[in-house]
């Protein structure tokens, strides 16, 4: 038996507009809820930030941001905490209506000023009778930086086996567009958008995309419709266009 997941991979800029200038979670749960993903890797999600929280009050969520975004609608939900610091710390998350059967986060942090991981979660497909394995990324600005990181990706794909299906989404900071090669010859992924339309969709900045940054790549698995999401109401909810696509298994 078949199943189809529809993914949403966006970068939440902890929950800010563009320069930090407006606290805008609540739009944003709202807008990832109209899209109606299956599943939801989310990037420099907040799970704690003292200052900011009191600066808005009322508006802050006494919950961490990733199990506020979750709500009702994603029954599980697993973070991957980053980026430390004395206020707080911020990472990647995942949302799922499928169960959570484990979690981990690898870290690949390669200098104290970008703190990153793989957040690797296995997904229970219930009637399926298949496991589905969700990696959200989050890679650094420099290159020879992302070259070693892909490498540690390519090894954690590689330790799943090629029966199961794998699905890696995130913020890659690759403008270079030198990751879907690395990552087909050596793990065998393939970046949806470029299988279809020849190269990775622009993404960044959101108001007027010019980079391309984010990806969503798929192992052992079809792939159907990647979009990148409209102007309305995104421009303003990220600095990163929001990338989706179904996945079929």
């Known amino acids: 038996m078949s199943r189809t997941v529809r993914i949403l991979t966006v970068n939440t800029h902890k929950g800010f507009t563009l320069f930090n200038r407006r606290f805008i979670l609540h739009e944003l749960r709202e807008a990832v809820r109209a899209v109606s993903a299956d599943v939801v890797f989310l990037q420099e999600v907040m799970g704690e930030h003292k200052s900011w929280s009191s600066r808005h009050k009322g508006l802050w969520p006494i919950e961490p941001h990733y199990e506020f975004l979750a709500d009702s609608i994603w029954q599980d939900f697993a973070y991957g905490r980053n ?25 690949i942090s390669l200098n104290r000023f970008e703190q990153r991981g793989l957040l690797h979660c296995k997904l229970d497909m ?14 650094n600005l420099r290159e020879g930086d992302r070259q070693r990181q892909l490498l540690k990706l ?20 690759d403008w270079r567009c ?8 050596q793990a ?9 339309y020849g190269q990775p969709p622009r993404s960044f900045p959101a108001v007027l995309p010019m980079l391309r940054l984010d990806r969503i790549y798929v192992r052992s698995a079809q792939f159907h419709t990647p979009l990148v999401l409209p102007n309305k109401p995104w421009s303003h909810l990220s600095d990163h266009k929001p990338l989706m696509a179904e996945v079929e298994f």
Do not use: M
């Open 178 to 185: 030198k990751s879907q090669a690395v990552l087909l010859r």
């Open 154 to 173: 390519c090894e954690l794909v590689n330790s799943i086996p090629e029966s199961e299906p794998v699905v890696v989404a995130g913020d890659f900071n």
């Open 188 to 196: 065998g992924l393939h970046e949806v958008f470029t299988d279809i």
């Open 83 to 107: 980026a430390v610091y004395p206020q707080g710390h911020h990472g990647n998350a995942l949302l799922s209506k499928f169960p959570i059967v484990s979690w981990d986060n690898h870290d």
């Open 126 to 139: 219930v009637d399926a009778s298949i496991q589905l394995h969700a990696i959200c990324v989050h890679l």
